[in-house]
């Protein structure tokens, strides 16, 4: 085997250590940004499809978002939403390869955020429904 095959297939073998098989510094953080993006994505589409009792709908404020579901409907809304998690995500654990601790404070506050938009689409849902 020449060099550059060492040495490349040593670089591959880094990269898939790096990866997949080392642990993440934030993992419980990262599972309850996921959590909380899940559950805004679930009231977003249970508010969607619910009709108000005086014949309205809701609609979504976002206007990328409601972009995305004008144009492609549940499914473009899903994709843009879950893309733009992985995204955050990916970002925020590069940066705690350099900083930890900012990387746990975005992590903290990125899903808070998450907790009050469910908080405030289960009071929408609450407020406007004679069903609940």
């Not at 925020?92 to 903290?108: K, T």
Request: with cysteine; aromatic share 14%.
């Amino acid at each position: 085997m020449s060099a550059t095959a060492r040495t490349s297939r040593s670089r591959l073998e880094t990269v898939w250590h790096t990866l997949f098989l080392r642990d993440l510094p934030l993992e419980k953080e990262t599972s309850l940004f996921i959590l909380a993006s899940s559950l805004d994505l679930f009231m977003t589409c249970i508010l969607l499809h619910h009709q108000v009792d005086g014949g309205g709908h809701f609609y979504e404020s976002n206007p990328v978002a409601g972009y995305f579901l004008s144009g492609w409907g549940l499914r473009g809304l899903v994709c843009y939403k879950f893309i733009l998690v992985a995204f955050l995500a990916t970002l925020i654990h590069y940066i705690a390869s350099e900083r930890l601790n900012a990387a746990h404070r975005l992590f903290c506050f990125a899903t808070l955020s998450g907790c009050a938009a469910v908080l405030y689409s289960f009071t929408l849902l609450l407020g406007y429904s004679a069903l609940l």
